[in-house]
Every structure is written in C-alpha cells, then in structure tokens.
C-alpha cells in the first residue's frame, strides 16, 4: 500500500513547527445559540468524520522519509467548549489570544474546535451568538485551504477539492538545481531587459518589526462587501492599513515614509501541496491621496504576480521538492527564530481568505462573519487578515504591544479609514 507522504514544502511547514509556533486560527460568528449543544457537536463529528483532511493526522516517525498523511478518527476530544468569564466579543477575543501559546501536536490530533456559545455583542448579531474557532496545523494549508473543510464540517454540501501533491526524487536534485540555477539566469536576464518587473525591494525594519512583546490582543473590523469599493476588496483593506497604520507610527515617534506589507499571494496552477502560496513584498505608500494609494498598490501587487509566473519560480519549486528529507529537516533545525535580519520583506504581514457562500450554520444557527488571526514572529510583531464569507468581509488585527502601542487606539484609525 502506497505511504500518502507530505510534500517537501507541507513537511517544512510541519517540522518549521517546533521552531515557530505556526497554527492557524479560523474564527466564525454564528447568530444565535443551539439549545442542543451536545446534539450540535455531535453533527460536527459526523461532518468531519467525511472530510479526507481532516480524518488523518502526521506520523513523523520515519527519519529517513518525509512524514505521512495516516487516519486518524475523528471524536468529541478534539471539539472544546469553553465558559467565558466575560461572554462579550472582546472577551472571547482575548481567550482566543491566549490559545495561540498551547500549539497542537499534529502527530496527535491535527486540529482542535473551541467553541464559546453566549457571546454578547458580535458584529452581525443583535443579541448573543455562538463564536467557533478551529485551531489547525499549518502543514493542511493556510486559512485559504482550511476553511474549506472547515465549512463542510460545518454543514456546507459537497467535497472539497482534493491536493494532487506534486513529488521530487532526491535522486534529481543535481538535475533540479542545474535546471533552477538556468531559469534564474534567464531571470535575471528578463529582469533586466524589462521584460518582467524587477523583484520588490527590502524593507528597513520598524517598531513592528521587534520582537512582540507586552500584551497582544486580537480585534475585527467588519463591513459589508459593498462599502469596500473602488478597488479589490484586499486592497481597498490594503490602502486602509496603510493610513492607519502610518498615523499610529507617527503618533509612537516611528517614521512611516518606507512602510509595506507582506502579502500572502497563491500561486498560479493546480494546487500541488496544501501550502499551495507564497509571500509577496508590496509598498503601502503612505503619503499618497488614497485613491492614487490603491492604484499603486494594486500595480505592484499585479507586478508581483507577473513575476511570480515566471518559469524560474517553477524551476525552484521544482527543485526544492526533490530536496531529500534528511536534508531539509536538518536545515530547519539550524533555523534561529532569536536572529535578527537588518531588512525585512514586510512592516506587517497581510494575508486574505475567501470562506465564499454563508451557506452553513452551526446548528441551524447562521454564519454571520468569518475572520483568521495569522501569528506573530520574532520579526512580525502585527499581522492582519482579510476574511470573507458571503458579503460580510472582516480585517482581523493580531498585535503585540511592543509592536502598535494601544491597539484599540489602532482600530479606530483603521475603521475610520475604511
């Protein structure tokens, strides 16, 4: 019988763990609470138990070897209902913050639900709601990937579309690597001629860029698709991070001439690993007027995608599939979290999902928003993420203290600049 191996790049994701806690936290508001809350979970797992990703966990125990995909049942462990002590939207925000120290063990149990029923005052909701949030590894995909089982466990019909993970033998990395070396140079070759756009510049690190400390706290601002207009919904939400975020910079004494973002782009093609994207480096241009604002960032977002369809790019994932295992694993573990880099590919690290249709609920309960909280690193002390579901879109903030100051101070100037 065939081992389901993860990919290299997956397996990176999984082993780059134990370095950096990497979990991704999906958050959805539903309108109103079940009477039958046991009953409910229980639909959960009979949901969940019919979807591939999450009916299996990591077995790492051969060392030679990448991991592998191997079953795992589904039951009522991994589904955590939790009494706050504060039942209000701020108050569950603050317990989710505190989730994100107890990482999973994905050779254990891949994902976690945390469900906080009777919270008061969610955006959408007129009395109180029902928050869900599924914690997962982030070796099964980022929030554009996991809300897709998220939401058929959630009651959403049909499948998922399935990873057609893409393998490289160890024995054609010298062949790989001369191949990825060729393509670079023609790059470069390109790059230079005009023919594609030059690679983003680096950035000087700023107060966001050090290490997070003091208190975090994670906050939402919500509208509805239409009020997001004249651009993209993710940058329109770009264009808003930029002014509030520059405005708060200058209030801590920070000069935000330079500010940019680290944008979270998917790669073109099937998807050929659960991590199917990768990070972009794109300028906020704070001191434009905000329509000229979206058109520049929307120009360089184009320009990084133009540059990410060229063939060198595919040379060198290419290549670093064929890694071997050993390899690879041995590099993270030469991977300093505490080092730091005198530039930066971002201030702030933005990423978007699209949940799609609000057609699932939680025990005939609705879904009213949708939102993913994307981790601080050493170097990333502020993160947000655009989320959609049906024409309710969400800009979550995850902040450190030691990164934006007053972070509700922060969201004020982001709800008035959208």
Not at 17 to 31: A, I, Q, V
Not at 288 to 315: F, G, S
Not at 367 to 387: D, I, Q, Y
């Amino acid at each position: 019988m065939p081992v389901n191996r993860l990919t290299a790049v997956d397996a990176q994701m999984f082993w780059m763990s134990s370095r950096m806690p990497n979990d991704t936290f999906l958050l959805y508001g539903f309108d109103g609470v079940p009477v039958d809350l046991p009953g409910v979970l229980a639909e959960l797992v009979a949901n969940a138990r019919t979807s591939p990703d999450l009916s299996q966990r990591i077995d790492d125990s051969a060392r030679l070897h990448y991991p592998a995909w191997v079953p795992a049942p589904v039951d009522e462990l991994r589904f955590v209902v939790h009494e706050l002590v504060q039942p209000t939207w701020l108050g569950c925000l603050a317990a989710i913050s505190e989730l994100v120290d107890a990482q999973l063990d994905a050779q254990l149990a891949p994902w976690r639900l945390h469900v906080f029923p009777g919270v008061e005052g969610m955006p959408g909701v007129a009395g109180a709601g029902t928050v869900a949030v599924l914690q997962i590894t982030h070796a099964l995909g980022g929030g554009g990937r996991t809300c897709g089982p998220a939401a058929v466990m959630f009651g959403r019909p049909g499948p998922v579309a399935p990873v057609t993970p893409v393998y490289g033998h160890p024995a054609m990395l010298p062949w790989r690597s001369i191949e990825a070396a060729r393509a670079h140079r023609q790059l470069v070759a390109d790059t230079e001629a005009g023919r594609v756009p030059p690679a983003a510049t680096p950035r000087t690190p700023l107060r966001t860029n050090d290490h997070p400390t003091g208190v975090r706290r994670m906050r939402t601002v919500v509208r509805d698709r239409a009020q997001l207009s004249g651009a993209t919904v993710t940058v329109c939400a770009l264009a808003g991070i930029s002014e509030a975020l520059a405005g708060q910079l200058r209030e801590l004494g920070t000069d935000p001439a330079t500010l940019g973002a680290e944008v979270t782009m998917a790669k073109s093609g099937p998807r050929q690993a659960y991590n199917h994207f990768g990070t972009v480096g794109v300028g906020l241009h704070p001191s434009l007027p905000v329509t000229q604002r979206r058109a520049a960032i929307a120009a360089e977002l184009a320009a990084r995608r133009e540059r990410a369809a060229h063939p060198a790019m595919r040379a060198s994932e290419r290549a670093f599939a064929a890694t071997p295992a050993p390899l690879l694993r041995w590099g993270i573990g030469q991977f300093n979290p505490d080092a730091r880099s005198a530039t930066v590919t971002g201030n702030t690290v933005v990423s978007s999902v699209n949940c799609g249709a609000a057609d699932f609920g939680f025990g005939g309960k609705p879904v009213r928003l949708a939102a993913a909280f994307p981790g601080l690193s050493p170097m990333v002390g502020l993160t947000h993420c655009v989320t959609g579901v049906g024409d309710t879109v969400s800009i979550s903030v995850f902040g450190a203290e030691s990164a934006i100051g007053d972070v509700d101070g922060y969201i004020e100037r982001l709800e008035a600049a959208l």
